[in-house]
């Protein structure tokens, strides 16, 4: 008899939506205390300098205003998971987009003031089950929020890397939500029940061909950090450095998500 299939992982919209506003208002706060040397200087993404990394954070909330734009579709057709896997189509439009946008806003901290009055406006007056036509497909508008906790995490971390002491603080409920994302993404990139990935405190997934796990102590575990997990779901950190760092607790003959890394490209 087959496994039952897995329930999806639910999503509470308020706390989403109220994970999104606080993270997106730690980095409002750290812009306002950047230099224009520090705005300038180099990202670990690219050709990226941190003004157009900053100005790409407050497209992580204008993407929800832009889609709530376009007529709605007639029916959902995605599923959260299929957003992962989707948004490297979208990397050169994107990146266009952020120098454009650093450009025309020499003030970053008025323009993302506006950014987040909008997507407040936007959400009071929708309902989370509105769908949005994004680049995965038909989404109900509470499942793409889960979708700007990962945008908003993961460059977070990317500034904070970029400007020595920076260190913009991680909202725990987007942090939360960003690691699960990630984590599910992976059992469907690898499906099996054969290692189990434990990132604690947040998530815990079985994935891998092979023999499935059933009681006891797994024979194949891999076990990390929110952050550290996030950076390799990312291409931020190597498989093999963060094993070799320690970072990375792996174990067993199918415990190499070496050849699943990184989700996102």
């Not at 959260?80 to 990146?95: C, E, G, S, Y």
């Not at 059933?214 to 990390?224: D, F, H, K, L, Q």
């Amino acid at each position: 008899m087959p496994p039952a299939k897995k329930r999806a992982r639910s999503y509470d919209p308020a706390r989403t939506r109220a994970a999104v506003l606080a993270q997106f208002g730690h980095v409002r706060e750290a812009v306002r205390t950047l230099t224009p040397e520090q705005l300038a200087l180099p990202t670990r993404l690219g050709d990226w300098t941190v003004r157009e990394l900053v100005a790409h954070c407050g497209m992580a909330l204008t993407a929800v205003d832009r889609l709530l734009d376009e007529p709605e579709p007639a029916r959902q057709d995605a599923r959260l998971l299929d957003w992962p896997f989707a948004i490297a189509a979208d990397a050169d439009t994107i990146a266009g987009t952020a120098r454009r946008l650093a450009a025309d806003h020499p003030d970053l901290d008025a323009h993302l003031a506006d950014v987040e009055r909008r997507f407040t406006a936007r959400l009071d007056a929708h309902p989370g089950g509105r769908l949005l036509p994004t680049g995965a497909g038909a989404l109900p508008l509470a499942d793409y929020l889960v979708t700007r906790t990962v945008e908003l995490v993961v460059h977070t971390d990317d500034l904070n890397a970029a400007v020595p002491g920076l260190g913009i603080p991680h909202d725990r409920q987007a942090l939360a939500a960003c690691t699960r994302l990630l984590a599910d993404a992976l059992a469907v990139k690898a499906p099996g029940g054969s290692t189990e990935v434990r990132i604690p405190p947040y998530a815990v997934v079985q994935c891998v061909e092979g023999p499935r796990h059933t009681r006891g102590t797994p024979p194949n575990v891999v076990e990390t950090d929110p952050l550290t997990w996030i950076r390799l779901a990312t291409g931020r950190t190597a498989w093999p450095d963060a094993v070799a760092d320690a970072r990375v607790g792996a174990s067993g003959e199918r415990a190499d998500l070496g050849p699943y890394l990184p989700l996102l490209r």
